[in-house]
């Protein structure tokens, strides 16, 4: 008997080939995923991931706060909530954003899962296939892979060690404008970029909101590392300096855990509206056990200090990376010293390919993501994302080791 479909001419692999929407054709495994399984083999350095170090959370205090949440409101943390969120959370969460200047009320919040939700949402009300995205070179692989998935196209504007280059932005958008396209937004980064480290510096900011008001431009502020800063002053963030158009996403996932799936976006009245109707559309409402586990967890515990723990392990950890980099690179290698967050980027010598050179580094235990992934565009070829987040100090050394020897040898090829 033959068991395939007999409709479509379709392929021996996938059935279903040709009846895909034409936006699924942006939709790719990204190259991090790709390497997860190699990674996660544990004779093998990752310095590939960004996954959180949680192992320092107080899981006796966690699992008190969701004990009494079900002895005490059990049926109402069950149970479908509101499209918006929970309303103590996002009390609790203009809280969190006074630490970084932002004045908001709760009512301007949408809880979301993850902000990588808050990123699709966002570009799912304001972006028609072929509408132009402006994003920071490099910029975060799964908001390129938003973006693709709603068929836009991104443009890059250049960065140096002090954030996005305001005369590249303007570039960006006067080629585009140019060339008669849309420009939806600016997608940014300021703070501890990832995959790039460094932060926009505070000159900077005002004059990069400047550019994005006289050019009509609305910006897409997205901070999950903003209060993972090594010095501890957080920086202030763009929204705080312009209510109208910006949209600040925050996250859960690097100051508590990311297993719960909370974010949110802070959106102007109207665009909180829309929000809110493509959020119940998505999903009905962001999880609602989730979001009171966390008000309960942000109520009970000292989250301040907890953060202030996670600021000192990953401190140890850049210092662990930058030292061995320092220590073990061949000196044409190139990187910066990140202030915060979790990633290095390192620029290698002229001729050495790091997605070729992947799968020998692989051989030699170690793992690392190439820098195409984090271009729409191609570019990157010279360049990785180290992560110092995971391992512990001794591991981040043994990584690096393993990386230069690999390098060493790409060089004598
Ligand atoms: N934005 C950036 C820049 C990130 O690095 C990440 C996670 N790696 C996210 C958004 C998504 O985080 P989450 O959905 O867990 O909040």
Redesign the pocket.
């Known amino acids: 008997m033959n068991n395939t479909p007999s409709r479509a001419p379709g392929s021996r692999l996938d059935p279903y080939v040709d009846r895909y929407a034409a936006r699924t054709a942006g939709m790719t495994a990204s190259e991090i995923r790709a390497l997860f399984s190699v990674a996660s083999r544990p004779e093998v350095v990752s310095l590939a991931g960004?996954m959180p170090n949680i192992s320092g959370l107080p899981l006796d205090v966690v699992g008190g706060a969701i004990s009494d949440l079900v002895a005490s409101q059990g049926p109402v943390a069950m149970q479908y909530g509101s499209g918006q969120g929970v309303p103590e959370l996002r009390e609790q969460i203009t809280d969190v954003m006074r630490l970084e200047g932002i004045e908001a009320h709760p009512d301007d919040v949408v809880v979301t899962v993850?902000?990588?939700?808050a990123?699709d949402l966002v570009t799912r009300i304001f972006c028609d296939p072929g509408d132009v995205v402006i994003c920071e070179a490099p910029s975060?692989v799964?908001?390129l892979g938003v973006f693709k998935s709603y068929q836009c196209e991104v443009v890059h504007a250049e960065m140096d060690a002090a954030g996005l280059v305001p005369e590249a932005l303007r570039q960006a958008i006067a080629a585009t404008k140019a060339a008669g396209r849309t420009i939806k937004f600016l997608y940014t980064?300021p703070n501890f970029h990832?995959p790039a480290g460094v932060s926009l510096s505070a000159e900077r900011r005002p004059e990069i909101l400047e550019i994005c008001r006289s050019e009509g431009i609305l910006v897409l502020e997205?901070n999950?590392y903003g209060l993972l800063g090594f010095d501890g002053e957080p920086k202030r963030a763009l929204r705080a300096d312009e209510s109208e158009g910006v949209i600040y996403l925050g996250?859960f996932?690097k100051t508590f855990a990311?297993g719960f799936?909370v974010?949110w976006a802070l959106a102007p009245h109207s665009v909180r509206e829309k929000l809110v109707l493509a959020q119940e559309s998505a999903t009905l409402c962001p999880p609602q056990f989730s979001q009171m586990a966390i008000s309960a967890y942000l109520t009970k515990h000292d989250w301040q200090g907890q953060i202030k723990q996670f600021r000192e392990m990953y401190r140890e950890r850049r210092d662990a990376m930058v030292d061995a980099l320092s220590d073990l690179m061949p000196a044409s290698c190139r990187w910066n010293v990140p202030d915060g967050g979790f990633y290095v980027w390192m620029t290698l010598p002229p001729g050495v390919d790091a997605k070729g050179m992947l799968p020998r580094a692989v051989t030699a235990r170690v793992a690392y993501v190439p820098g195409t992934a984090f271009f729409a565009d191609g570019y990157g070829s010279s360049a990785m994302r180290l992560s110092y987040c995971y391992p512990t100090p001794e591991r981040i050394r043994e990584g690096v080791r393993r990386l230069a020897g690999v390098i060493e040898a790409e060089l004598e090829l």
């Open positions: 960004g993850g902000s990588q939700q990123v975060y799964g908001a980064i990832n997205d999950p996250s996932s990311p799936r974010g």
